[in-house]
């Protein structure tokens, strides 16, 4: 069965990095759309970034542009997200996404396989 596994939440003081993984198991990440999204407490679910399955075509929300990274690694089947300059509004659960990004890249709908998260902290 197709599988998603995020790592590498934890605790950072605002203006710090980290980076997150994701690894994917039972497909080829080439085969799909893959993305970022969060949600932070008390809000919704917001998209973060989006990246194509060559990793060629990279895309983010303006409220992390310029801050954070996506990337893909199809030989270790992991997707990635540096995160830089952070903020306490970055401050969510993190969650990796997989699918065809038939009704758009920044659309939950688009995704159809997910990952149970990781937690984002960041301190002021």
């Known amino acids: 069965s197709q599988e998603l596994v995020e790592s590498g939440g934890g605790s950072v003081q605002a203006g710090g990095s980290t980076r997150l993984s994701c690894v994917v198991s039972g497909s080829t990440i080439r085969h799909f759309w893959m993305a970022w999204f969060r949600q932070g407490p008390g809000k919704e679910r917001e998209w973060v970034a989006s990246i194509d399955g060559r990793g060629t075509r990279p895309y983010y929300s303006d409220s992390v542009k310029g801050r954070f990274t996506i990337s893909s690694d199809n030989a270790q089947n992991t997707l990635y997200l540096q995160m830089a300059s952070m903020k306490p509004e970055d401050t969510a659960m993190y969650y990796c996404?997989?699918?065809?990004?038939?009704?758009?890249?920044?659309?939950?709908?688009?995704?159809?396989?997910w990952g149970q998260g990781t937690q984002v902290t960041v301190s002021s």
């Open positions: 996404a997989a699918g065809q990004g038939s009704y758009g890249f920044s659309l939950s709908r688009s995704f159809d396989l």
